[in-house]
């Protein structure tokens, strides 16, 4: 079965360490590079053993041909998506055994196949105790089947070489690319600052709690995985996931990693898996805006100590549900949505949750600092009272919006300021102060930190207006001679057309390349800058970071990036490479030696608005490929080029006006409203 492992496009670029660009122009510079073997001619397969003595022949092997190799082995043996969620299980039980009794692996690894087809399957039930579930999901026959043995040889060959827990690691990681648009994984600063606001305050004095950490909404484990990399003491961990193979798959990778560890499958709200057990710590990113959380069948639980969560207040009930499971003196910390703060329908909950001393703080964070949220969340902190505890008098409100690669710190600063000495909360900053109980007990209730805090205008309003004011005077000035100056034609000089092409067949002829962003590109959090379809309307550079993978396109300077929604009708050049191409956007990328850029620019420009103008609905796509552009000569075209390049740069102008415009009208509004500035005499 591995000798006739295939791997496609994407796999040979995850092996190179490139893009997907890469791998297509080798298939085409390239006479000996290997032939499809299977596949379609959109998506073809080639065989995995032709592909590693070529890249390893041409210096270009960069990834391990052995994980490649156990990842089609893995894929081979199923027909769907539910087949690959249970040979996945299949694996993560192997995995458990082998590194839960080695030498024993070892006796049976150097038996024959038939003998390991017969012994095997009732070692790995037993090794899949840790995670429920997952033997019934590895489906074990009394006797396996031939390629599950094959599969099992070539998982021990990679354990081998990575280990068991980073063998495992790599299968669910790509399990989980392959269902990226289902997964939403909270970034690790995030999950590092909860857990570390949740651990900075003095932990519960009872000893007889069994539990240390409980994230009733874990998904792939993100909290308790961190939670088990950062406890001193290595502290029972309990998760509970709605999606039963995620469940399995985090309940593996804990045991793999060595935590103490128990994760059910099961809906918390509605199926509680932990009935009556508590926990030091309660940290989660639970759904948002569930309209069916089980408010029906829930309204008489015990859990809704505060109030019965409102049908629409799905976080509500997570708050609660937290604190229910939290030993007395305990804390929960949970990512909210910014509504939960003011929405009126939560009002008595919130105001029951302030008149009762279990909400202590709430901070927001920077825009972005979740990716695929459309806005910016807020950090809530509750403490479950302790007897005899006076009820608090304050909350804190901090806002870390203004620091977005330091929030972090900000955040943790202003928690333990409070902590320790509520009044050293004001540090000047205006990032964080100490609100009364009672001044939030008002018609509305409202916990959005932002209202709280101090104006931050000070006298430094009036240089800022005034040299934000000169800009956009300077900038007015400069637009009349952005504008190109084009001369008239007859009307007999007018039908004088150029035969036209398209896009479609300039690449066919190689004169430009046609690159469109993955199906399933994300917005997973990294390091590595992406373009954005809002970058591009707004004629802006990258204003979002990525993490790498295999499919991703890169932006080279030159390169015309196009958004594919017909409402979007513009094109840009791009003038510093190094970013991936985001999702809802193609690039052509042309050979300078035969067509000028701005050239094919001007003409997508063109297509872009003409789609516009021809769509009925706001999804109307703009196919790049059938973009018309007219047959020229090289001197031809930079002529034309030049003129379209001048129309984009009073574009450009244009949109700079608007937004000093847009400045100097905020900067003047907050300095009259702070008292900083006033008419002149």
């Not at 949505?337 to 302030?354: D, H, K, M, Q, Y």
């Not at 390349?513 to 990258?542: F, I, N, Q, W, Y």
């Not at 509004?669 to 002149?680: E, K, S, V, Y």
């Amino acid at each position: 079965m591995t000798n006739d492992a295939t791997v496609t496009a994407a796999d040979i670029a995850r092996l190179a360490g490139v893009g997907r660009a890469a791998v297509s122009n080798w298939r085409r510079r390239h006479d000996d590079f290997p032939r499809p073997v299977g596949g379609t001619a959109a998506s073809p397969a080639f065989s995995l053993a032709e592909v590693e003595g070529w890249l390893r022949g041409q210096g270009k092997l960069t990834g391990s041909p052995v994980r490649e190799r156990v990842w089609q082995a893995l894929r081979q043996t199923v027909a769907g998506d539910a087949d690959l969620a249970g040979v996945l299980a299949f694996a993560g039980a192997f995995l458990l055994f082998m590194n839960g009794d080695p030498g024993r692996w070892r006796g049976l690894s150097r038996r024959p196949d038939k003998d390991l087809a017969i012994s095997l399957p009732r070692a790995l039930r037993d090794a899949a105790a840790p995670a429920p579930g997952l033997a019934d999901a590895a489906g074990l026959p009394p006797r396996l089947p031939d390629d599950r043995v094959a599969l099992v040889r070539t998982l021990a060959e990679l354990a081998g070489e990575l280990g068991a827990a980073e063998t495992f690691e790599f299968l669910r990681t790509r399990y989980l690319e392959h269902h990226n648009r289902r997964v939403y994984l909270t970034p690790e600063p995030v999950v590092r600052l909860m857990l570390e606001l949740g651990r900075s305050a003095e932990p519960p004095g009872d000893a007889e709690a069994d539990a240390a950490v409980l994230d009733p909404a874990c998904g792939t484990g993100s909290f308790l995985r961190m939670a088990h990399e950062t406890a001193a003491d290595g502290g029972l961990l309990l998760g509970e996931e709605i999606d039963a193979t995620t469940a399995q798959m985090t309940a593996v990778h804990l045991a793999l990693r060595g935590a103490r560890a128990e994760v059910r499958p099961g809906d918390s709200l509605r199926a509680n898996a932990f009935p009556g057990r508590t926990a030091d710590l309660v940290v989660s990113n639970p759904p948002f805006n569930d309209r069916s959380w089980g408010y029906e069948e829930l309204t008489g639980d015990p859990r809704w100590e505060y109030g019965l969560p409102p049908r629409m207040e799905s976080e509500l009930a997570w708050l609660q549900h937290g604190l229910a499971h939290t030993r007395p003196g305990g804390h929960v910390v949970m990512l909210m949505p910014p509504a939960v703060a003011n929405r009126r329908s939560g009002r008595r909950i919130r105001s029951e949750l302030l008149r009762r001393g279990a909400l202590r703080a709430v901070i927001g964070l920077p825009a972005g600092a979740v990716p695929n949220m459309a806005v910016a969340l807020t950090v809530w902190i509750l403490r479950r009272p302790a007897p005899g505890d006076h009820p608090a008098d304050d909350v804190l409100m901090a806002d870390t919006s203004a620091d977005p690669d330091g929030f972090r710190d900000v955040a943790l600063d202003a928690w333990r300021r409070y902590l320790r000495k509520p009044e050293s909360v004001d540090d000047g900053t205006g990032r964080s102060v100490v609100v009364r109980i009672i001044d939030l007990l008002d018609d509305e209730v409202d916990l959005t930190p932002a209202r709280y805090l101090p104006q931050r205008s000070t006298p430094e309003s009036v240089g800022a207006f005034t040299a934000e004011r000169d800009r956009l005077e300077r900038k007015m000035s400069e637009l009349p001679g952005m504008v190109a100056e084009l001369a008239s034609l007859t009307e007999a000089q007018a039908r004088d057309d150029a035969a036209m092409t398209t896009v479609g067949e300039l690449a066919k002829g190689g004169v430009l390349e046609v690159l469109r962003s993955p199906a399933k590109a994300t917005l997973d959090p990294g390091d590595t800058p992406l373009l954005v379809l809002e970058d591009v309307v707004e004629g802006r550079g990258p204003s979002r970071t990525s993490a790498p993978g295999p499919d991703d396109v890169r932006v080279e300077a030159g390169d015309v990036v196009v958004p594919t929604a017909a409402r979007h009708p513009v094109a840009r050049i791009v003038r510093e490479g190094g970013a991936v191409l985001g999702p809802g956007l193609a690039l052509v990328r042309v050979d300078p030696e035969r067509a000028d850029a701005d050239f094919v620019a001007g003409w997508l420009w063109l297509g872009a608005r003409d789609a516009r103008l021809r769509s009925s609905t706001s999804t109307a796509r703009f196919d790049v490929r059938r973009a018309r552009l007219p047959r020229l000569t090289r001197a031809e075209q930079e002529r034309l080029g030049a003129a379209f390049r001048r129309l984009a740069d009073l574009e450009a102008g244009l949109r700079d006006v608007r937004d000093l415009g847009a400045n100097v009208l905020r900067l003047g509004l907050d300095g009259l409203g702070a008292g900083t500035l006033r008419p002149r005499d």
